[in-house]
Structures are given as structure tokens and as C-alpha cells.
Nanobody, 118 residues
């Protein structure tokens, strides 16, 4: 519990930017792929972006030109920079970790609300 803590959500106008942060415990962060997911009302949770322990990244096709995922290994933190936000980006954004060493375990943050007004 409390091993992934998100911050940075909020209300922004269309075209604006937000940066989400997710702080993880060191024991998890160093051996995990870190990702951001989102869930809009009435929709399934979907992957937004993911970064490996080595820093490689992958994005959902619709977000790759607007969103950037990055990780700061010194701070055990993963970020999601979101630019040119659209109303359809409105969702609860979740940080996730999947360990890649010593067996696979998944961890989830509590979620942070992002609302984009038109």
C-alpha cells in the first residue's frame, strides 16, 4: 500500500499542458517497468505510455506525439508530460509498476484526475 503515489492532476483548458508524477519505493522502481494508464468514465482502463528500467519507451498510438514519459532513477519517479491536451484526455490517470526481476508483480497507484475543459 502507498508504494506508488501520483500527483499533478487537475483542471486545464484544451490546448494546455500538465505533468503527472509518480513516486515509487526504491525497491520497486529499480526493477520495474513503469507505466501510465487512464480510465475515462464508462470506458476500460487503457495504456498511455510505458518505460522500461533501462529507459526505453512505448506509447499508445494516439498519444505518442503529445505525451512524453520519462523516469528519474535518482528520485524513483516517473513522469508523464502531457501537451496539447484535449477534452477526450479527461480521465483518471493511474501509475503502474511491473517488476521484471525476481518474478512479475504489478503495483498500482491510487489515480489522479485530469480534466480538460473545452
Amino acid at each position: 500500500q502507498g508504494q506508488l503515489v501520483e500527483s499533478g492532476g487537475g483542471l486545464v483548458q484544451a490546448g494546455g499542458s500538465l505533468r503527472l508524477s509518480c513516486a515509487a519505493s526504491r525497491s520497486i522502481f529499480s526493477i520495474s517497468a513503469m507505466g501510465w494508464y487512464r480510465q475515462a468514465p464508462g470506458k476500460q482502463r487503457e495504456l498511455v505510455a510505458v518505460t522500461s528500467p533501462g529507459g526505453s519507451t512505448n506509447y499508445a498510438e494516439s498519444e505518442k506525439d503529445r505525451f512524453t514519459i520519462s523516469r528519474d532513477n535518482a528520485k524513483n519517479t516517473v513522469y508523464l508530460q502531457m501537451n496539447s491536451l484535449k477534452p477526450e484526455d479527461t480521465a483518471v490517470y493511474y501509475c503502474a509498476a511491473r517488476t521484471v526481476v525476481g518474478g512479475r508483480r504489478d503495483y498500482w497507484g491510487q489515480g489522479t484526475q485530469v480534466t480538460v475543459s473545452s
